[in-house]
């Protein structure tokens, strides 16, 4: 079976520094994956997805096959990013059922 | 338009009651997701309809917990003989066709308490 990683609950950085937040995952096809964000109040949402190559809020993501890693970054943080990031996979070919992992809580201070 | 939308949002029940949270996906959206978020566990699937299809239902937790999606739109989540252990907030999602990179639009979720 599928799973993703998220190794840190707790990610804080100041204002204008560069931001990486980890995913790994194990899956023996290949996956499509997902970050999802979650701000203070609001419902989960799609923030970006690998097949699309797209960048949002300034945030892109690689999918790395040989490390299975699919982390997030975003070259200077700003205060509105603070929020919870969900990464997540679905397997190829199947219907779209989300692994999450258990999310990274990122706190951006001034 | 509008999204997908919950209810209750809040639900406090006694332990061994039956509880029933309801879903109402985007207009369109042909397939339809629950998921419950727990302090232990995180987001975790739990059933997945699609169309005219037999519901997915690998990742209910019990034989406790059911769904139903009525008229391909409208759907219910039931758990019977309510556990402490089910205390979570369960979300649902919708998305247009259930296809394998589908965006998912999530609800705001119902907060079930079990006393």
């Known amino acids: 079976a599928q799973r993703v990683t998220q190794p840190e609950k707790l990610l804080s950085v100041f204002k204008g520094a560069p931001v990486e937040l980890k995913c790994n995952y194990s899956y023996s096809g290949s996956p499509e994956l997902f970050w999802y964000v979650q701000y203070s109040r609001q419902r989960l949402q799609l923030l970006l997805r690998h097949i699309s190559r797209e960048s949002i809020k300034g945030f892109t993501a690689d999918l790395n096959k040989g490390e299975t890693s699919f982390h997030l970054k975003k070259p200077f943080a700003q205060e509105e990013d603070s929020a919870m990031y969900y990464c997540?996979?679905?397997?190829?070919?199947?219907?779209?059922?989300?692994?999450f992992g258990t999310g990274t809580r990122l706190q951006v201070t001034l | 338009g509008a999204g997908v939308s919950q209810s209750p949002s809040n639900k406090v029940t006694e332990k061994g009651k039956d509880v029933e949270l309801r879903c109402d996906p985007i207009?369109?959206?042909?397939?339809l997701y629950w998921y419950r978020q727990s302090l232990g566990q995180g987001l975790e699937f739990l059933i997945y309809f699609q169309g005219n299809s037999a519901p997915d239902k690998s990742g209910l937790p019990s034989d406790r917990f059911s769904a139903e999606r009525t008229g391909g739109s409208v759907s219910t989540l039931t758990i019977q003989r309510t556990q402490q252990e089910d205390s979570a907030v369960y979300l649902c999602?919708?998305?247009?066709?259930?296809?394998?990179?589908?965006?998912?639009?999530f609800g705001p979720g119902t907060r079930l308490t079990v006393l």
């Open positions: 999602a919708s998305s247009l066709d259930g296809g394998y990179a589908d965006t998912q639009y």
């Open positions: 207009s369109g959206h042909t397939a």
């Open positions: 997540a996979l679905v397997p190829s070919g199947t219907a779209s059922k989300l692994t």
